[in-house]
Protein backbone atom coordinates (compact mmCIF):
# COMPACT_ATOMS: atom_id res chain seq x y z
CA UNK A 1 0.00 0.00 0.00
CA UNK A 2 2.72 2.33 0.88
CA UNK A 3 4.91 1.33 -2.16
CA UNK A 4 1.91 1.55 -4.01
CA UNK A 5 1.36 5.13 -3.05
CA UNK A 6 5.00 5.93 -3.58
CA UNK A 7 4.90 4.34 -6.64
CA UNK A 8 2.24 6.80 -8.35
CA UNK A 9 4.14 9.77 -6.57
CA UNK A 10 7.47 8.55 -8.46
CA UNK A 11 5.83 7.93 -11.58
CA UNK A 12 4.22 11.67 -12.02
CA UNK A 13 6.29 13.62 -9.68
CA UNK A 14 8.99 12.50 -12.80
CA UNK A 15 7.35 13.29 -15.61
CA UNK A 16 5.84 17.04 -14.63
CA UNK A 17 7.17 20.08 -14.24
CA UNK A 18 6.42 21.69 -10.89
CA UNK A 19 4.36 19.85 -8.51
CA UNK A 20 2.80 21.03 -5.56
CA UNK A 21 1.18 19.36 -2.66
CA UNK A 22 -2.32 20.71 -1.15
CA UNK A 23 -2.48 20.52 2.57
CA UNK A 24 -4.63 21.23 5.46
CA UNK A 25 -2.01 20.43 8.27
CA UNK A 26 -4.88 17.36 8.86
CA UNK A 27 -4.01 13.63 8.96
CA UNK A 28 -3.88 13.16 5.34
CA UNK A 29 -2.65 15.56 3.83
CA UNK A 30 0.01 15.21 6.07
CA UNK A 31 0.33 11.66 4.93
CA UNK A 32 0.82 12.64 1.30
CA UNK A 33 2.90 15.09 2.52
CA UNK A 34 4.98 13.24 4.05
CA UNK A 35 5.81 10.46 1.01
CA UNK A 36 5.90 13.40 -1.48
CA UNK A 37 8.70 14.75 0.70
CA UNK A 38 10.53 10.59 0.81
CA UNK A 39 10.21 10.64 -3.00
CA UNK A 40 11.21 14.09 -4.12
CA UNK A 41 14.29 13.37 -1.64
CA UNK A 42 15.07 10.40 -3.14
CA UNK A 43 15.04 11.97 -6.60
CA UNK A 44 16.49 14.96 -6.20
CA UNK A 45 13.53 16.92 -7.27
CA UNK A 46 11.91 20.48 -5.59
CA UNK A 47 7.88 21.03 -4.94
CA UNK A 48 5.57 23.58 -3.48
CA UNK A 49 3.02 23.25 -1.01
CA UNK A 50 0.01 24.94 -1.03
CA UNK A 51 -1.87 26.01 2.31
CA UNK A 52 -5.49 27.18 2.28
CA UNK A 53 -5.69 29.84 5.18
CA UNK A 54 -9.43 30.08 6.21
CA UNK A 55 -8.53 32.24 8.75
CA UNK A 56 -10.87 29.36 11.43
CA UNK A 57 -8.03 26.37 11.53
CA UNK A 58 -7.80 24.97 15.33
CA UNK A 59 -4.78 26.40 17.06
CA UNK A 60 -2.33 23.60 16.95
CA UNK A 61 -2.88 23.57 13.11
CA UNK A 62 -0.97 27.18 12.96
CA UNK A 63 1.67 25.29 15.33
CA UNK A 64 2.00 22.28 13.21
CA UNK A 65 2.53 24.30 10.03
CA UNK A 66 5.18 26.74 11.49
CA UNK A 67 6.89 23.82 13.17
CA UNK A 68 6.79 21.37 9.81
CA UNK A 69 7.37 24.12 7.75
CA UNK A 70 11.08 24.60 9.46
CA UNK A 71 11.70 21.13 10.36
CA UNK A 72 11.24 19.54 6.90
CA UNK A 73 12.61 23.14 4.83
CA UNK A 74 9.02 23.28 2.76
CA UNK A 75 8.60 26.08 0.26
CA UNK A 76 4.85 27.22 1.63
CA UNK A 77 2.59 28.94 -0.43
CA UNK A 78 -0.23 30.65 1.58
CA UNK A 79 -3.39 31.49 0.33
CA UNK A 80 -6.27 33.86 1.72
CA UNK A 81 -9.84 33.77 1.70
CA UNK A 82 -12.00 36.16 -1.04
CA UNK A 83 -14.32 36.00 1.41
CA UNK A 84 -13.81 35.63 5.55
CA UNK A 85 -16.29 32.85 6.93
CA UNK A 86 -18.79 35.62 8.99
CA UNK A 87 -18.50 37.48 5.99
CA UNK A 88 -20.14 34.56 3.93
CA UNK A 89 -22.52 33.64 7.36
CA UNK A 90 -24.04 37.04 6.73
CA UNK A 91 -24.67 37.31 2.86
CA UNK A 92 -25.58 33.54 2.58
CA UNK A 93 -26.89 32.08 5.97
CA UNK A 94 -25.25 29.38 7.95
CA UNK A 95 -23.86 26.00 6.33
CA UNK A 96 -26.33 23.31 6.94
CA UNK A 97 -28.64 24.90 8.64
CA UNK A 98 -32.16 24.05 7.67
CA UNK A 99 -32.76 22.55 4.15
CA UNK A 100 -33.45 25.71 2.01
CA UNK A 101 -32.02 27.11 -0.75
CA UNK A 102 -30.45 29.44 1.14
CA UNK A 103 -28.20 27.14 3.43
CA UNK A 104 -27.27 25.72 -0.16
CA UNK A 105 -26.21 28.69 -1.65
CA UNK A 106 -23.90 29.22 1.69
CA UNK A 107 -21.95 26.19 1.35
CA UNK A 108 -21.20 26.50 -2.09
CA UNK A 109 -20.39 29.94 -1.64
CA UNK A 110 -18.10 29.15 1.59
CA UNK A 111 -16.41 26.50 -0.62
CA UNK A 112 -15.93 28.73 -3.63
CA UNK A 113 -14.24 31.74 -1.76
CA UNK A 114 -12.18 29.88 0.85
CA UNK A 115 -10.55 27.22 -1.33
CA UNK A 116 -11.80 27.08 -4.75
CA UNK A 117 -10.82 30.49 -6.09
CA UNK A 118 -7.52 31.11 -3.51
CA UNK A 119 -6.26 27.34 -5.34
CA UNK A 120 -7.26 28.34 -9.00
CA UNK A 121 -5.35 32.25 -8.35
CA UNK A 122 -2.63 30.48 -6.95
CA UNK A 123 -1.87 27.69 -9.84
CA UNK A 124 -1.99 30.27 -12.26
CA UNK A 125 0.52 32.57 -10.02
CA UNK A 126 3.04 29.45 -9.45
CA UNK A 127 2.56 27.78 -13.16
CA UNK A 128 2.04 24.35 -11.19
CA UNK A 129 1.35 21.45 -13.58
CA UNK A 130 1.00 18.67 -11.29
CA UNK A 131 -0.94 18.40 -7.78
CA UNK A 132 -1.20 15.76 -4.71
CA UNK A 133 -3.65 15.85 -2.56
CA UNK A 134 -5.02 13.74 0.96
CA UNK A 135 -8.56 12.59 -1.16
CA UNK A 136 -9.51 9.84 0.28
CA UNK A 137 -12.82 7.55 -0.74
CA UNK A 138 -14.20 6.38 2.57
CA UNK A 139 -15.04 10.05 4.10
CA UNK A 140 -17.89 10.71 1.89
CA UNK A 141 -20.11 9.14 -0.76
CA UNK A 142 -19.00 12.26 -2.81
CA UNK A 143 -15.42 11.73 -2.78
CA UNK A 144 -15.64 7.88 -3.10
CA UNK A 145 -18.01 8.28 -6.38
CA UNK A 146 -15.43 11.09 -7.68
CA UNK A 147 -12.82 8.51 -7.50
CA UNK A 148 -14.80 5.91 -9.02
CA UNK A 149 -15.20 8.27 -12.28
CA UNK A 150 -11.98 9.98 -12.28
CA UNK A 151 -9.59 7.75 -10.25
CA UNK A 152 -6.69 8.41 -8.84
CA UNK A 153 -4.94 10.54 -11.57
CA UNK A 154 -6.80 12.72 -13.63
CA UNK A 155 -6.94 16.14 -15.34
CA UNK A 156 -8.80 18.90 -13.16
CA UNK A 157 -10.40 21.24 -16.01
CA UNK A 158 -10.74 24.22 -13.41
CA UNK A 159 -7.61 23.97 -11.98
CA UNK A 160 -6.17 23.44 -15.29
CA UNK A 161 -3.45 20.55 -14.05
CA UNK A 162 -3.31 17.40 -13.27
CA UNK A 163 -4.29 15.76 -9.54
CA UNK A 164 -3.11 12.86 -7.96
CA UNK A 165 -4.77 11.42 -5.00
CA UNK A 166 -2.09 8.75 -3.78
CA UNK A 167 -3.88 7.56 -0.96
CA UNK A 168 -7.23 7.49 -2.18
CA UNK A 169 -8.11 4.06 -0.86
CA UNK A 170 -6.72 4.15 2.78
CA UNK A 171 -9.16 3.78 5.45
CA UNK A 172 -8.52 6.17 9.14
CA UNK A 173 -6.83 3.10 10.16
CA UNK A 174 -4.49 3.23 7.32
CA UNK A 175 -3.45 6.60 7.99
CA UNK A 176 -2.92 6.52 11.57
CA UNK A 177 -0.85 3.23 11.22
CA UNK A 178 1.70 5.52 9.07
CA UNK A 179 1.65 8.48 11.03
CA UNK A 180 2.43 6.92 14.09
CA UNK A 181 5.28 4.76 12.63
CA UNK A 182 6.55 7.41 11.36
CA UNK A 183 5.83 9.48 13.95
CA UNK A 184 5.20 12.46 11.98
CA UNK A 185 3.16 15.74 14.55
CA UNK A 186 -0.25 16.59 14.06
CA UNK A 187 -2.71 18.98 15.37
CA UNK A 188 -3.76 17.49 18.74
CA UNK A 189 -7.88 18.55 17.81
CA UNK A 190 -7.56 14.49 17.01
CA UNK A 191 -7.14 13.85 20.61
CA UNK A 192 -9.69 15.96 21.67
CA UNK A 193 -12.23 13.10 22.06
CA UNK A 194 -16.09 13.07 22.81
CA UNK A 195 -18.55 9.93 22.62
CA UNK A 196 -17.64 8.26 19.43
CA UNK A 197 -15.89 11.10 17.85
CA UNK A 198 -12.47 9.93 18.18
CA UNK A 199 -9.20 9.80 16.43
CA UNK A 200 -10.10 6.33 14.47
CA UNK A 201 -13.18 5.99 14.76
CA UNK A 202 -16.20 3.82 13.51
CA UNK A 203 -17.16 2.41 10.33
CA UNK A 204 -20.26 2.13 8.31
CA UNK A 205 -21.73 0.91 5.25
CA UNK A 206 -23.92 2.68 3.38
CA UNK A 207 -24.30 2.63 -0.69
CA UNK A 208 -22.25 -0.60 -0.83
CA UNK A 209 -19.33 0.32 0.53
CA UNK A 210 -17.32 1.29 3.67
CA UNK A 211 -17.63 5.04 5.22
CA UNK A 212 -15.06 6.33 8.14
CA UNK A 213 -16.45 8.10 10.84
CA UNK A 214 -13.59 9.81 12.64
CA UNK A 215 -12.52 13.37 14.26
CA UNK A 216 -12.00 16.00 11.40
CA UNK A 217 -9.44 18.49 11.16
CA UNK A 218 -11.02 21.32 8.86
CA UNK A 219 -12.61 24.42 9.86
CA UNK A 220 -13.59 24.92 13.30
CA UNK A 221 -16.56 27.38 12.12
CA UNK A 222 -17.93 25.11 9.84
CA UNK A 223 -21.72 24.83 10.30
CA UNK A 224 -22.27 21.66 8.31
CA UNK A 225 -21.46 19.71 11.77
CA UNK A 226 -25.03 20.55 13.54
CA UNK A 227 -26.87 18.63 10.61
CA UNK A 228 -24.21 15.39 10.07
CA UNK A 229 -22.22 15.31 12.96
CA UNK A 230 -23.12 16.73 16.17
CA UNK A 231 -20.31 15.36 18.07
CA UNK A 232 -18.08 18.44 16.19
CA UNK A 233 -20.07 20.69 17.63
CA UNK A 234 -20.03 19.06 21.26
CA UNK A 235 -16.58 18.58 20.82
CA UNK A 236 -15.75 22.55 20.12
CA UNK A 237 -17.71 23.51 23.18
CA UNK A 238 -15.85 21.66 25.17
CA UNK A 239 -12.43 21.48 24.44
CA UNK A 240 -12.96 25.12 22.48
CA UNK A 241 -15.80 26.87 24.89
CA UNK A 242 -14.00 30.47 23.85
CA UNK A 243 -14.82 29.51 19.90
CA UNK A 244 -17.67 27.85 20.70
CA UNK A 245 -18.97 31.13 22.02
CA UNK A 246 -18.01 32.97 19.21
CA UNK A 247 -19.65 30.80 16.95
CA UNK A 248 -23.17 30.86 18.55
CA UNK A 249 -22.81 34.29 19.41
CA UNK A 250 -22.04 35.18 15.84
CA UNK A 251 -26.02 34.09 14.88
CA UNK A 252 -25.47 30.73 14.85
CA UNK A 253 -27.08 30.24 18.09
CA UNK A 254 -30.38 31.98 16.72
CA UNK A 255 -30.64 29.85 13.72
CA UNK A 256 -30.46 26.91 15.19
CA UNK A 257 -32.84 27.84 17.62
CA UNK A 258 -35.03 29.19 14.84
CA UNK A 259 -35.13 25.41 13.02
CA UNK A 260 -35.70 23.71 16.15
CA UNK A 261 -38.33 25.79 18.20
CA UNK A 262 -39.69 26.99 14.86
CA UNK A 263 -39.88 30.51 13.95
CA UNK A 264 -43.63 31.58 15.38
CA UNK A 265 -43.37 35.45 15.53
CA UNK A 266 -43.83 36.78 19.07
CA UNK A 267 -43.96 32.88 20.33
CA UNK A 268 -40.44 32.20 19.09
CA UNK A 269 -39.31 36.01 20.52
CA UNK A 270 -40.68 34.62 23.98
CA UNK A 271 -38.81 31.66 24.29
CA UNK A 272 -35.45 32.97 22.66
CA UNK A 273 -34.66 36.72 22.27
CA UNK A 274 -31.23 38.99 23.33
CA UNK A 275 -32.40 38.72 26.71
CA UNK A 276 -32.33 34.91 26.82
CA UNK A 277 -29.76 33.70 25.03
CA UNK A 278 -27.08 33.66 27.52
CA UNK A 279 -29.57 31.55 29.61
CA UNK A 280 -30.00 29.14 26.86
CA UNK A 281 -26.17 28.95 25.93
CA UNK A 282 -24.87 28.73 29.39
CA UNK A 283 -27.76 26.04 31.00
CA UNK A 284 -28.62 24.01 27.84
CA UNK A 285 -25.56 23.92 26.07
CA UNK A 286 -26.53 20.68 24.10
CA UNK A 287 -29.37 22.36 22.49
CA UNK A 288 -26.90 23.59 19.95
CA UNK A 289 -25.32 20.73 18.81
CA UNK A 290 -27.38 19.71 16.17
CA UNK A 291 -30.23 20.58 14.15
Known amino acids: MIEE ?18 CSWGKDSLVVLHLVKAVADELDIKFDVLWNNTGTHYPSVYKIKKKLEKDWDLNVIETKAQKTVWEIHEEYGYPGVGSCKRSDRANNSCCYHIKKAPTIQAVKQNDWDLYFDGLTA ?21 FNLYKAHPIAYWTVDNVWDYIEDNDIPYPDVY ?32 TLAVKVCPEKMKQLRVYYPKLWDKLMKSG ?27 DWLNNRPCFFDSI
Open 5 to 22: AKDLIRDKIKQYNKAVVA
Open 252 to 278: LAKEIAKHKIGERGSLFDGYFNEDTQD
Open 191 to 222: DKEVDNYTKRGYSEYAMGHRFDRAIRNGCWAC
Open 138 to 158: YESDTRWLNLQEYGKFHFHEK
